[in-house]
């Protein structure tokens, strides 16, 4: 996830008819048909554990790079896993579309390449959001439910994006507080948290796998003077916790937390079921060009 407040972005209705929009130059812009630049000449933005924002081909855009790299433990615990970046590029497009698709307003506008999205630029709300269908990690820790037990309803909770304070777990008086985001805003990340939680619950249960959990960010997208909370960064196996319907077999990033192994083979497993990737594009993928500092 993203560690620090950098912008991130939304498609609407125009892009999915192919309409050009006109930008702060008057010239149209075509977000389907974007101006690539080669990587060495883009301008870095930002880069994060697992992401790299680069300066998109038109005003208000991004490009976002997804990275090979597997962090736990606030990057305590790191390794670069060939094909990880590849394959949740490839998950995250495809859930953020069928977000768009629904009416969800999310960052995402389309996929580039096979590590890059095109995506809106925003302000990054410097909040996680996590919401909670079943006992597992801290949670479980933290309250001494045993992992797996279903929770009477889903529950909503907000974690401070500070990696030096390791991202602690904040309440509603501490956002309003300290300035993160106002009660509305508040307001509108919990409707969209909800509304991403029943959808994704759905989705995924569909192709035999739990949503025990997942954690998401907003930003604000402004539109001249106005402005509308958006789902940003993304959403796949490193941010939700994904289990086998019958097995219970872990298929997110808890099999690189916890030493269990195979976390490429549980991420190809979800794109696979979802429809959106098979092993042998990921393989080819994972060998192509990668990131050079």
Known sequence: MLALAAPITISDSRLETGASEPNKTGRPMDFLKPRLIPMNRRRRIYEGKAKVLYEGPEPGTLIQYFKDDATAFNAKKHEVVDGKGVLNNRISEYLFQNLNDIGVPT?????????????????IIPLEVVVRNVAAGSLSTRLGIEEGTQLPRSIIEFYYKNDALNDP??????????????PQEIDDIMALAIRVNDFLSGLFLGVGIRLVDFKMECGRLWEGDNMRIVVADEISPDSCRLWDI????????????????????????VARRLGVMQEGEVRRAAAGPKLVS
């Open 246 to 269: 019958k097995s219970n077999d872990k298929l997110d990033k808890d099999r690189f937390r916890r030493d269990m192994g195979g976390m490429i083979e549980a991420y190809m497993e």
């Open 107 to 123: 960052h995402f506008i389309r996929r580039l390449t096979m590590r890059e999205q095109l995506i809106r630029e925003v302000e």
């Open 169 to 182: 777990m904040v309440s509603e008086e501490h956002i309003t507080a300290f300035g993160w985001a106002a």
